[in-house]
């Protein structure tokens, strides 16, 4: 398994409502973050603050600055400290890596997932709740 190289996808894929925010992050946001909170409307994420209307990307994605024109998009998030636990937890899964088209998967772990499945929960272990199995 390669290391994440900022591809974003997993971030395009799921920042358009597919994700969603414990009751505590929203609370916190509002107390300690309104720049995040801003962008939550009845307890759910990303809605544009103005209008109210669900946005389909995470407004806190970006795109790095390129050290040469041919170098290929490299996202980032600038409120990675603080994202939801939905990102924290990404990935968990070997199969919904495939599935998602990340790009750390290797034709190894495709040919023994179960090993993979392996050094993922490894790599994951710091991100994920203590009661993940």
């Keep these: 398994m390669k290391d994440c190289n900022q591809c974003g996808k997993c971030c395009i ?11 505590e992050e929203i609370d916190l946001w509002e107390i300690f973050n309104p720049d995040i909170f ?3 409307k009845h307890n759910e994420i990303w809605f ?12 806190f994605l970006g795109i790095a600055a390129k050290t040469s024109p041919n170098e290929a998009d490299k996202y980032t998030c600038s409120i990675y400290l603080d ?3 939905d990102c924290r937890h ?8 495939v599935r998602d088209g990340c790009e750390m998967i290797e034709i190894t772990d495709l040919q023994q997932p179960k090993k993979a499945q392996v050094r ?6 710091d991100s994920r709740p203590p009661s993940f199995s």
Excluded at 16 to 23: F, M, V, W
């Design 13 to 23: 894929k799921y920042g358009d409502g597919d994700l969603s925010a414990t009751q």
């Design 38 to 40: 801003e962008y939550v």
């Design 48 to 59: 544009d603050p103005k209008s109210g209307i669900r946005l389909k990307r995470c407004p």
């Design 83 to 85: 994202r939801p636990e």
């Design 90 to 97: 990404y990935p968990s899964l070997i199969s919904e890596m």
């Design 120 to 125: 993922l929960d490894f790599l994951m272990q």
